[in-house]
């Protein structure tokens, strides 16, 4: 699931702090936040017009993606969402993903 190659090429992909994430959502850009966290811990705690897409469905789900939009892809700690962002970066090389650093974890604290 998580293993190392994953992870080892996802080193050299576009990341956006969550800080820089959290200014651009105060902007008018647009763009698409794709939260693959489980339903559990999306239920728990999400971003506004956020959407969904637990990273077990992500392949079988890319359909609603709408790959013409910078798309920012968010988890629990950065982890699946690095993961998440290089499988769609091989069904779209030509896209803007962006992984946001630390999460939802760090996301949070940016809210107190």
């Not at 956020?50 to 789900?61: A, G, H, Q, Y």
């Not at 790959?67 to 690095?82: A, D, H, K, M």
């Amino acid at each position: 699931m998580l293993d190392n190659y994953y992870l080892d090429e996802c080193e050299s992909t576009n990341s956006i702090s969550s800080e820089e994430f959290f200014e651009l959502l105060e902007s008018s850009e647009p763009i698409q936040l794709i939260d693959v966290r489980s339903k559990e811990e999306y239920a728990q705690n999400n971003i506004a017009n956020s959407i969904n897409i637990p990273f077990e469905s992500l392949e079988t789900r890319i359909q609603e993606i709408d790959l013409t939009l910078p798309l920012y892809i968010i988890c629990q700690s950065g982890i699946r969402s690095r993961i998440a962002q290089q499988k769609l970066l091989r069904h779209n090389s030509t896209s803007f993903i962006y992984n946001i650093l630390g999460g939802i974890n760090q996301y949070n604290t940016l809210l107190i």
